[in-house]
Structure formats: C-alpha cells, structure tokens
C-alpha cells in the first residue's frame, strides 16, 4: 500500500495562495492517478482535484476550477495543489488520495492523514 504525506498547509489571509504537497512512500507514476479532497468543518469530505498517472488528464471540482492547479513530479514521487485566491469556506482539512482510476468521487484506494488549511485574517 502507498503512504501519502501532505505538507503545504497553514494559515493564509483571504485571496492569498497556498501550494500543497503530497509525498508517496513508492513510486506512484504508470500505476495511481492522484487526487485532492478536503473536509470542512461539519461538512462531508469532498473532491477537489485529480490528476492521471501520466498527467495527460486533470479534473477539477466547479469551485476549484480556474483558480487550482494540480500537477505531478513523477520523478519525485510527489503530486501539488497550487490554490489561488483562497476564501474562507475552502477552511478545511486537505487530503491527498491514490487510486487505480481517476474520477470526481472519492474511490481512491490510499488517503493521507491530512494538512489544514486555514484561510482567515
């Protein structure tokens, strides 16, 4: 199984940016599409952003799209959310996920523990 290690998050003033990291233990590249979902407080865990193994594809949740950018470094083992003119609803727990397929649900077969992201001023 692949561990996932989330860094990147914190505290960020409302229209600032964060750039979030996900390390895999194993290389993830010809085998895991990536994933980002977040759960805000009192609110179900939800699908923000995807991306295929080979980064030919990328999903986008309607309230991340035009602002989010996912990407991966194979070679590093390491999949990024850039996020851009953050507000304060997108306050929430962000997890990475691996999964053998890539869709706007939540079917990912490894998670993360999770980076905060706090968005406040």
């Known amino acids: 199984q692949v561990h996932l290690i989330e860094s990147g998050g914190g505290l960020v003033q409302p229209g600032g940016s964060l750039r979030l990291a996900c390390a895999a233990s194993?290389?993830?590249?010809?085998?895991?599409?990536m994933a980002w979902c977040r759960q805000a407080p009192g609110k179900e865990l939800e699908f923000v952003s995807g991306?295929?193994?080979?980064?030919?594809?990328?999903l986008y949740s309607t309230s991340a799209k035009g602002r989010f950018t996912i990407d991966r470094e194979n070679a590093k083992n390491t999949v990024y959310l850039q996020m851009n003119n953050l507000g304060p609803k997108e306050t929430a727990v962000y997890y990475c996920?691996?999964?053998?397929?890539?869709?706007?649900?939540?079917?990912?077969?490894?998670w993360g523990q999770g980076t905060q992201v706090t968005v406040s001023s």
């Open positions: 996920a691996a999964g053998t397929s890539l869709d706007y649900g939540l079917n990912y077969e490894c």
């Open positions: 194993e290389r993830t590249s010809k085998t895991y599409a």
């Open positions: 991306i295929s193994w080979d980064g030919g594809l990328t």
